[in-house]
């Protein structure tokens, strides 16, 4: 008896240790930012539940200066998508069954036949148990969606890392987020050890996140109206304009959103979007902002990242800052 469990418990070892290597060997995701595929047949992907499928993920995303959806939706039929390899290794898939005979649950998978990758299969008796589905999960799909896209970023950076700029926030913070090495950190107007500017600088865009770290004292630093004055007095302090006397800050005319999210190992978090202006120029563009409790409950980190693109749409270029900031990384203990 006792030769006999220890086999199985060779055989579950070995199982799991199949699995892993599985996983390391798997393909890298294809898709571009932010790109979700519908798997849906032409009689299931039309009428209410194409335009559903449209008000839940094609709806302008907040914070944006100029209206841009959440998702670029492509749709396949069912068919295509189990033929073809390339549609497989999508990273963000949602598959929209209907059968008579179907159980209507919804099924989650990660990493299924690439890496990142979240594939959400549907399996519906019908299009109303269909529209019932994608109206309840759509948060959900959104959430995880995002996170997909959070570690192809990180991945992309990965193979570029800034060593140099990693090392000097860790240096500085003892956390680490995960940067290119086509950022650099600048140089504030006024230096201080509680912040740093990591930016990117082209011809055409420019992008930055911002790092500011204090001690917590009250539960008031997450109120809206006080992270956005906090961001003010971050921007004017520090980021300058190109004019005399111009300086960076909230726009507090365009719309403005605040949610608590959850956030790494972080005990607390609230995501800000809306969108910064140049006080005394003309510039402006959108911002994300993260003011977040760390793990010990004794200091409140604020990671800002911006874009300034006013040639170009900005969704995609936010999403590479936004990825910086899902980065972070404590050291652990």
């Known amino acids: 008896m ?27 995701s ?3 930012t932010l790109e979700m595929l519908i798997v849906a047949n032409k009689d299931v992907y039309r009428g209410d539940t194409k335009q559903m499928v449209d008000s839940l993920f ?13 998702f670029d939706v492509v749709n396949i039929p069912i068919s295509s998508f189990e033929n073809t390899e390339m549609f497989r290794v999508h990273r963000n898939v949602v598959i929209c069954d209907v059968k008579a005979d179907n159980p209507d649950k919804v099924y989650i998978y990660r990493d299924k036949w690439a890496a ?21 999960y759509a948060d ?35 956390f680490s987020l995960t940067v290119s090495n086509e950022f650099e950190i600048a140089r504030p107007a006024n230096e201080s050890p509680d912040f740093a500017w990591i930016r990117k600088e082209a011809k055409d865009f420019g992008l930055g996140v911002l790092v500011h770290v204090s001690d917590y004292g009250d539960a008031s630093v997450f109120d809206e109206a006080r992270i956005l004055d906090h961001l003010d007095t971050l921007m004017r302090q520090h980021i300058p304009g190109p004019s005399d006397s111009s300086y960076m800050g909230t726009e507090r005319r365009a719309e403005i959103v605040s949610r608590v999210v959850q956030f790494n190992d972080c005990k607390y978090a609230v ?35 911006y874009v300034y693109c006013p040639r170009f749409d900005k969704r995609d270029y936010l999403m590479q800052v936004d990825g910086i900031c899902h980065s972070l990384t404590f050291a652990k203990k």
């Not at 030769?3 to 393909?27: G, S």
């Not at 094609?58 to 959440?70: A, F, S």
């Not at 990965?158 to 860790?170: D, F, L, M, N």
């Not at 800000?272 to 409950?297: H, K, N």
Request: proline residues 5%.
């Open 30 to 32: 294809s898709g571009k």
């Open 116 to 136: 990142p990758q979240v594939v959400f299969e549907l399996a519906a008796s019908s299009h109303a148990s269909l529209d019932t589905m994608l109206t309840h």
């Open 58 to 70: 094609r709806r302008p995303q907040v914070g944006l200066p100029q209206p841009e959806p959440m």
């Open 271 to 305: 995501e800000t979007r809306g969108c910064w202006r140049l006080f005394g120029d003309f510039m402006g563009g959108p911002f994300v902002c993260y003011t977040l409790l760390d793990p010990t409950g004794h200091q409140v980190i604020t990671l800002t990242g």
């Open 140 to 174: 959900r799909i959104v959430s995880e969606m995002y996170q997909a896209d959070y570690r192809r970023i990180a991945k992309a950076f990965r193979g570029t890392k800034g060593y140099e700029q990693v090392a000097a926030i860790e240096k500085q913070y003892g």
């Open 2 to 28: 006792k030769r006999l469990y220890i086999l199985l418990c060779a055989a579950l070892m070995l199982c799991a240790a199949c699995d892993n290597k599985q996983t390391l060997e798997k393909k890298g």
